[in-house]
């Protein structure tokens, strides 16, 4: 029998090869520029799905994992690869705080589902992220301040291992294995869902404000400065945009230059307004959509894309910034700079996100005062060619800024030389080798630059 007529026979869920008529359906990634052609997708129903692909699988075949949400960036050439999307489904246990997540889900289930409840997860900046993929990178969403890393909050997850088996991880049952799941992100075995604590928090003070590019050179030292007085109460961020002149942006922003300062504040709304004037001060607003709002819209303070298109993206973290660093920073991607980059992102770390859990966990990242983020222009045309040496400048100019180490999330496709052993500190590197050895000793669960 061959490994396909194998998987039909034990696998409840769609099982298909790349002659099928749903295989390119199937293995889509929200990075249409990322295309992915494995020998063999699996959309996994159940965790018992999930075990069978596992056990066919153990002849050798490597197994990947293709979650809702963003993906992933690099594509699958060879093996099986699982699809979660049939897996969706969130339970919320109000009285223990505790939001059953399944592989397939986005924040966005989770978010509304605690609503409900008066709760909130701490969530990615973007409701349309996967929760699982996400969550094992460790996650830095618009809350990071006050409640750390998202992975934090993650207190047990199921996982299909190399042994065929589905196991439990938490603090209790396979604590090596939850300890490396909680920021280790992947090469451990299949997660098949995973539970999140949520806190009692049905409203901030928080939002987004827009300036024109005359504004920007005054905005991002004053951002700066402003940052270095904000309570662990309060997390913020700023992007440039470069906005082509397209319909579907709103028409104060349709083919402008601009600068977007998010803000996000724990506690009374009248202290939130006060800690927010400085930046209000900085002069008229295009938009100004900062007020008290639901937790259940927290995804609109970043206000991320939806829908799937073309991509690229540079990350890593840097240490603490400066005015030299300001002037640095505008003068290679200020909105005078003719750069090929539809977004340009910093946002502030610190408070809880320093902190590691009690228990220990493997988030990569911790000692990073702020993170940095490039999205390309989304031409896959100027993927190979124009954007690397254009971030390497960028990055170049920045790199009396850049932190050693930085964090798995932020890392992409793993095709910057070095990018996956800073993604965390060299003896946590070191015990996530260990952990993978233990649970995966033939490599079934291929992870890491190829």
Do not use: C
């Not at 494995?38 to 129903?45: D, F």
């Not at 960036?73 to 093996?79: E, L």
């Not at 990018?419 to 070191?430: M, V």
């Amino acid at each position: 029998m061959t490994l396909i007529d194998q998987l039909r026979s034990s696998v409840a869920g769609p099982v298909l090869g790349p002659a099928d008529d749903d295989f390119a359906t199937e293995v889509a990634a929200w990075n249409t520029a990322t295309l992915h052609t494995p020998e063999i997708a699996v959309g996994l129903t159940s965790e018992e799905d999930a075990a069978a692909v596992v056990r066919a699988a153990a002849a050798g075949t490597p197994v990947r994992v293709l979650a809702t949400g963003h993906g992933s960036a690099v594509p699958v050439t060879d093996g099986i690869l699982a699809t979660t999307s049939r897996l969706t489904g969130v339970t919320i246990d109000a009285e223990r705080r505790i939001a059953h997540v399944n592989a397939g889900s986005r924040w966005a289930e989770v978010i509304e589902a605690a609503g409900e409840h008066g709760l909130a997860p701490i969530t990615g900046a973007s409701a349309n992220v996967g929760v699982i993929g996400y969550t094992l990178g460790g996650g830095l969403g618009p809350l990071a301040r006050t409640y750390g890393f998202s992975s934090d909050w993650a207190r047990g997850f199921r996982v299909a291992t190399a042994s065929g088996e589905v196991v439990t991880a938490s603090a209790t049952e396979n604590p090596d294995l939850f300890w490396a799941l909680r920021g280790g992100k992947g090469g451990f075995g299949i997660v098949t869902s995973m539970d999140f604590e949520l806190v009692e928090l049905s409203s901030i003070y928080g939002g987004s404000v827009f300036f024109d590019a005359p504004q920007i050179a005054s905005a991002v030292p004053a951002w700066i400065d402003w940052t270095k007085t904000l309570p662990e109460t309060a997390t913020s961020s700023f992007v440039i945009l470069r906005l082509p002149p397209l319909e579907f942006i709103p028409e104060p922003l349709r083919g402008k230059t601009v600068i977007s300062v998010r803000f996000a504040f724990v506690g009374d709304a009248a202290e939130g307004e006060r800690l927010f004037q400085p930046i209000r001060d900085l002069g008229p607003t295009i938009i100004d959509a900062v007020a008290e709002m639901p937790t259940t819209a927290i995804a609109t303070i970043h206000n991320d894309p939806t829908d799937p298109s073309p991509s690229w993206d540079r990350g890593l973290l840097l240490n603490e910034l400066d005015a030299d660093f300001a002037k640095t920073f505008l003068d290679v991607a200020g909105p005078d700079q003719q750069v090929p980059f539809i977004a340009i992102e910093i946002r502030h770390l610190g408070g809880a996100a320093q902190r590691d859990v009690p228990e220990g966990s493997a988030v990569g990242g911790r000692g990073g005062a702020y993170t940095f983020f490039m999205a390309g222009a989304p031409d896959p045309s100027l993927f190979a060619t124009v954007l690397p040496p254009a971030a390497d400048a960028i990055l170049s100019a920045l790199s009396p800024w850049t932190a050693d180490e930085t964090t798995i999330n932020y890392a992409g496709g793993l095709t910057t030389p070095g990018s996956y052993e800073a993604s965390w500190p060299a003896d946590t590197f070191a015990r996530l080798a260990e952990v993978r050895t233990t649970y995966d000793p033939n490599t079934l669960f291929p992870y890491g630059p190829a």
